[in-house]
Nanobody
Framework: QVQLVESGGGLVQAGGSLRLSCAAS????????MGWYRQAPRKQRELVAA???????NYVDSVKGRFTISRDNAKNTVYLQMNSLKLEDTAVYLC???????????????WGQGTQVTVSS
């Protein structure tokens, strides 16, 4: 069994910052990509940022230059530093990890429970 637990969401004024964390635990052999999606009301879920085990990153265009994804492989944790937040960043943010539970097994995508980020004017 694998669990991803998120923290760090909340209410912030436009222009402010938040840092999200997501820690994976349980039956983990290796973690490949980790990242963050977001789901806003009446919008499709979108991939915000992702990072490979080697540290390569990619971002959706709307957050480039404002958000930074990083990970601590020793702690099985991924972070999302969000600066210069805008009203349109308001959403539930969900972390994921592509995780294998033992050597030779397939990697499965596991999800966190989601954390609300609300940006106010």
């Amino acid at each position: 069994q694998v669990q991803l637990v998120e923290s760090g969401g909340g209410l912030v004024q436009a222009g402010g910052s938040l840092r999200l964390s997501c820690a994976a635990s349980g039956s983990i052999f290796s973690i490949y990509a980790m990242g963050w999606y977001r789901q806003a009301p009446r919008k499709q879920r979108e991939l915000v940022a992702a990072i490979t085990s080697g540290g390569s990153t990619n971002y959706v265009d709307s957050v480039k230059g404002r958000f930074t994804i990083s990970r601590d492989n020793a702690k099985n944790t991924v972070y999302l530093q969000m600066n210069s937040l805008k009203l349109e960043d308001t959403a539930v943010y969900l972390c994921y990890g592509d995780i294998t539970s033992y050597s030779g097994s397939n990697a499965y995508k596991y999800w966190g429970q989601g954390t609300q980020v609300t940006v106010s004017s």
